[in-house]
């Protein structure tokens, strides 16, 4: 099953390559991941899209609390965090095609951020599945290329995690 | 006070309690080593290979419970110590290796002699610091010992570059280290405690399984005390051997791969396991399917990790080990009356107990021609003083230490269980007696292993460190020939070696003694002559070349399927 995981790291060189190390060297999978610095200066977090059952989960959570360097750990499931991800997406517009990609950007409220005379560059953010929605849709269009941020993941709610 | 960062790092060092390490100079440890000798409070043994440094700062941290520390130089010097920081951490020995690190700015341009230590070893590490600024490293040493001795023990690095050993900054010791993301668990939880202790009370066939993590916590006593009052039968993993003194009624030995017919039948027929401070290794459980397929499990232990990492459990207790006990004990004191019943309850377990102990000893056929290694371990234990350290290599000859070297103090046995390091016992023993001058320190090796730190014979040699090095010679590299004979048809592939050696030649050459027995009847002599020298010596014995460890539960075979006698 996947599972959003969200790691709170103190933001020092070093880390990300502690945290990849231990997912390639207890052979956990990464579908993907993202690390950027918090409001608070001296952490980074990092969010992890990860695949496993419950046992390896549990191992997944227990090792990374292991390491010195990590601060929290938050385990988000659909029902408690929301979770979004940014996609730039180069796709192939020329002649009757230019409408159809105007069309799909529209829907899914997307927007353009290059053009030239034989294509389009999408900005497009939302669930994870919405990307995959979009893509399908594009792809018999011709897509030039793909760049996918990863998920970030936040708690619902009021309560924050600080920092 | 204003000094250089070497100075800063030796005056952490001795803040620390540190009062001997193990190192080995070179181009990026000159500015420390050169500080060192302004330093009279720490004393510094040479060892001839960073490798042997080492294991020597490992033994010494398993004898004494104390943090060992290595020191070396970058690249090389620093690649050399790698084995010995996975052999730590795979057995999760406090340590704390020093390594000296190119300049600063020469980091990442492929300087000469430069690694990224800290990369290479990230895996194997429990920490690691690389330290950037002068005045940054009394709090890196304190956090460096703090996260090693803590929570489960571990090795930890500090990457020293060399211009910061020459930067000058102020010493100030930090009072105390706050890391915001190392919180070990200490406290046992009381409320599983007393749920454990009511699992206790019902269970009538209980075995305690007991593993290193008794004697990382310096719970022996504890342990001792719990089984003893419950009456529970204790079985202690190749780590564990120390933990429960052996000649006890209620030892079942060790238990595993080559463990004891009793210890092996207890588990599969247990219903309640008591572990502490063990983790459920593979060369423990065999075939995990079939493991303690009645038992409910307790398991105690201080990383949460360990817990239900290969096996179900159905009761975790996370926290010191010692912590544990303590309470189970306390909580034991007022229930006096079920504790009787407990012991009236579990009449037909041990009887049980007592008919595998009876029907298949770890016993072995004595020979009047070939010397046989388990007379020598049994002769070893008989002429040995009490407290005597034993320290062995990797092989068959080490499986017969476990089994027929009878422990009974923790701390007596150093032996490389997690990474079956070959060329451990040697320097390992040297560390030891390093620190324990007077104690009588032993190191039982196979002839392959030995010659895999044999230079350490030099160290021994030059720091008058007494260690009785006993070679089991049976030309083989034993242990893998073992496995040949059984389960690739006695095809010896590359385990013959093939040339014989003269191993008390070669320790007279170090200007150590050497002594040699090649029948059963010279055995005893060469014993007592060897424990009566005063000084480094190696005991050759030639062996019977071919005799087998056993019992021995075959690769995923489950416990009780155990070759008695093949
Ligand atoms: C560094 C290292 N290399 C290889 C091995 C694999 N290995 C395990 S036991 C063994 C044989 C050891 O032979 P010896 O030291 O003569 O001891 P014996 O088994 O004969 O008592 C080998 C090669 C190992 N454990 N460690
Ligand atoms: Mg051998």
């Given amino acids: ?163 | 006070m204003k000094m250089n960062g070497a100075r800063i790092l030796l005056e952490s060092l001795k803040r620390e309690g540190v009062d001997l390490v193990f190192g080995y100079p070179g181009g990026t440890v000159i500015n420390l080593y050169d500080e060192l000798m302004n330093v009279r409070e720490i004393r510094h043994i040479l060892p001839r290979h960073e490798q042997g440094g080492t294991h020597a700062a490992d033994g010494y941290a398993r004898a004494t419970g104390k943090v060992g520390v290595a020191i070396a130089t970058s690249g090389p010097g620093a690649t050399n110590t790698i084995t010995g920081i996975a052999n730590a951490y795979m057995d999760s020995i406090p340590m704390v290796i020093i390594t000296g690190q190119v300049p600063t700015p020469l980091i990442g341009n492929d300087a000469f002699q430069e690694v990224d230590i800290i990369g290479i070893t990230r895996p194997i590490t429990k920490h690691s610091f690389l330290i950037r600024h002068a005045k940054d490293i009394p709090t890196i040493v304190r956090k460096a010992f703090y996260i090693a001795r803590s929570g489960r023990p571990g090795p930890v690095l500090i990457d020293f570059p060399k211009d910061v050993q020459i930067s000058q900054a102020e010493f100030k010791w930090p009072e105390s280290v706050e890391i915001r993301g190392y919180k070990p668990n200490l406290e046992g939880h009381q409320k599983q405690v007393e749920k454990a202790v009511d699992m206790l009370f019902v269970a009538r066939r209980p075995v305690m399984y007991v593993g290193g993590g008794v004697i990382l916590a310096n719970a022996a006593a504890e342990l001792t005390e719990l089984a003893r009052t419950l009456q529970f039968p204790v079985t202690t993993t190749l780590m564990g051997l120390g933990a429960f003194p052996e000649n006890d009624p209620l030892a079942l030995k060790m238990l595993g791969m080559h463990g004891a017919y009793a210890a092996n039948m207890a588990m599969t027929h247990s219903d309640l396991i008591l572990a502490v401070g063990a983790r459920f290794d593979d060369r423990v459980t065999g075939k995990i399917a079939t493991f303690a397929p009645h038992a409910k499990i307790i398991h105690i232990d201080v990383d949460p990790t360990s817990i239900r990492k290969n096996v179900r459990v159905d009761l975790p207790i996370v926290g010191d080990t010692r912590d544990v006990l303590v309470k189970m004990i306390d909580c034991l004191k007022g229930q006096t009356e079920k504790v009787t019943a407990q012991h009236s309850a579990m009449e037909a377990w041990h009887e049980d107990i007592s008919g595998w102990k009876a029907k298949h000893p770890i016993s072995y056929k004595q020979s009047t021609s070939v010397i046989k290694p388990q007379y020598v371990i049994q002769k070893l234990r008989e002429l040995s003083e009490d407290d005597a350290i034993m320290a062995t290599d990797v092989g068959q000859h080490q499986m017969w230490t476990a089994q027929f070297f009878e422990f009974n103090q923790p701390r007596t046995l150093l032996t490389s269980g997690g990474l079956g390091t070959m060329g451990f016992g040697l320097p390992a023993a040297m560390g030891a007696q390093a620190a324990y001058p007077k104690r009588q320190v032993i190191c039982v090796c196979g002839d392959g292993g030995v010659q895999m730190n044999m230079q350490e014979l030099a160290t021994l040699v030059q720091h008058r460190l007494p260690v009785k090095i006993v070679v089991l010679n049976n030309n083989f590299l034993g242990m893998v020939r073992q496995w040949q004979e059984l389960f690739f048809d006695k095809r010896y592939s590359q385990t013959c070696l093939e040339l014989p050696m003269d191993f008390a030649k070669i320790a007279e050459a170090y200007g150590a003694k050497g002594l040699k027995a090649d029948k059963p009847s010279e055995v005893e002599q060469v014993i007592k002559d060897g424990f009566a020298h005063d000084g480094p010596v190696i005991m050759e014995f030639k062996i019977a070349r071919e005799e087998k460890v056993l019992p021995m539960v075959p690769a995923g075979a489950s416990l009780n399927e155990m070759v008695l006698n093949a």
């Avoid at chain 1, 929605?133 to 993941?153: C, F, N, Q």
């Fill in chain 1, 1 to 163: 099953m996947q599972h959003t995981i969200s790691v709170v790291v103190e933001n020092e060189f070093g880390v990300l390559a502690r945290v990849a190390g231990l997912f390639s060297g207890r052979g956990f999978n990464i579908d993907s991941l993202s690390v950027a610095p918090t409001s608070d200066e001296s952490l980074s977090r990092i969010t992890i899209v990860t695949r496993g059952d419950d046992a390896v989960l549990e191992q997944i959570t227990k090792q990374l609390n292991k390491l010195v360097d990590v601060i929290k750990v938050l385990d988000f499931s659909e029902d408690n965090a929301i979770e979004r991800e940014l996609a730039l997406i180069k796709v192939a517009a020329e002649d009757e095609s230019r409408a159809e990609v105007l069309r799909i950007v529209d829907i899914f409220r997307a927007k353009i951020i290059d053009v030239t005379p034989k294509s389009y560059t999408i900005e497009a953010t939302g669930a994870p599945a919405k990307i995959n929605a979009i893509l399908d849709l594009l792809r018999p269009l011709g897509l030039k290329e793909l760049v996918r941020t990863g998920s970030v993941a936040i708690g619902r709610g009021a309560k924050g995690w600080k920092g």
